[in-house]
């Protein structure tokens, strides 16, 4: 039911910025937690930020410090500032949202750093 939509990945050079967002539609009512997850190649899927609707965050210990999970409950939007990108940071970014038992995903965005 609840549709996932990403946008905002793309291209940049190291230290550079970048702003994921994340619209879900499908739910009368505000999603308990959103987030983002991360998979570059040949490597497990990992959480990088996430979000509830209390505003508790958790994030990766590699991306403290440059990386900023905010939401709108209102619009069921989750955002993903982005800065000071490194090469590791490459990776396809997916969006989460947890609702009830339920468990969606978005289609992911690339990201890809350049050094």
């Known amino acids: 039911q609840v549709q996932l939509v990403e946008s905002g990945g793309g291209l940049v050079q190291a230290g550079g910025s970048l702003r994921l967002s994340c619209a879900a539609s499908?739910?009368?009512?505000?999603?308990?937690?959103m987030g983002w997850y991360r998979q570059a190649p040949g490597k497990q899927r990992e959480l990088v930020a996430t979000?509830?609707?209390?505003?508790?965050?958790n994030y990766l210990d590699s991306v403290k410090g440059r990386f900023t999970v905010s939401r709108d409950n209102a619009k069921n939007t989750v955002y993903l500032q982005m800065n000071s990108l490194q090469p590791e940071d490459t990776a396809v970014y997916y969006c989460?949202?947890?609702?009830?038992?339920?468990?969606?995903w978005g289609q992911g965005t690339q990201v890809t750093v350049s050094s």
């Open positions: 979000m509830t609707s209390g505003a508790d965050t």
């Open positions: 989460t949202a947890r609702h009830a038992i339920r468990i969606y």
């Open positions: 499908g739910s009368r009512f505000t999603i308990n937690l």
